[in-house]
């Protein structure tokens, strides 16, 4: 059955509802944080060893089509109507936004611990614990806008700007390539301050807190900010119809910075089997109301 992932702020009350309650059940299950885990494992940077499939690398959009994928399965068997919306962070840009209210992710951390007080994920409504996490502390933390150094969410045309890359991505395939979609929409940049996080890294960067690194999935707005990528990924390829769907084509030789360090199109991807290729599309699981 193809399912229908829907913008967040048009879902109805229920629907709402429903999807915090799915949620809520995976957590109780003890299945939801398996999901943390995963995630903390695959945090590989540039400057580790090893392959690195999840970030900083070319891979960084099918392996999170993956992971969304396993979760919103996860989700059905709970409730077999829910499915994973996405947040357009280039036009729900208010704190005061429906998506942070009390019926739905919850607010803004307090100054001082910022601790999220309100919600169905603070800590002291009782359903969310914090397990998995590469920092200390049971309850789950937000820092809006950053405010040790301030910054907006990503706009309009920093998108548009991604977009209009005609190249996948480029070499070295990593948080350094200069220009292609992947990393100017996963978002690392060059020089120092705010400007170093572009489109989905900001996002991560303005929400705060747990967002930040890792342990993100401990936020599950992780996954509204995951699936608009998603969708962004695909509006790249409707742009690009004639452009190489993934790039490398082919595993990087010995001597390339690349070598056993990135997955090419057809090599699987860990933890699963599954190759770049087989995520190219997803018309056959779900589709994006726009
Ligand atoms: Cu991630
Ligand atoms: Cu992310």
Redesign the pocket.
Known sequence: MVSTRKNQNRLTRAERRRFVDAVLRLKRRGEYDEFVRI?IDF?VADGERGLRV??MAPSFFPW?RR?LLDFERALQRVDPAVTVPYWDWTRDRSPAASLWGEDFMGGDGRSGDRQVRTGPFAYRNGQWTIKESVTDGEFLTRAFGNPANPIDLPTPADVERSLKETRYDVEPWDSTSHGGFRNTLEGWAPGRGTDRWRNHNRVHRWVGGHMLGGG?VNDPVFWLN?AFVDLLWTRWQRRHPDAAPYLPARPPELGDPGYERVVARHEPMPPWRTTPDEMTSHRGSYRYEE
């Open positions: 995630h945090y999840a970030h999170h992971f993100s995951h």
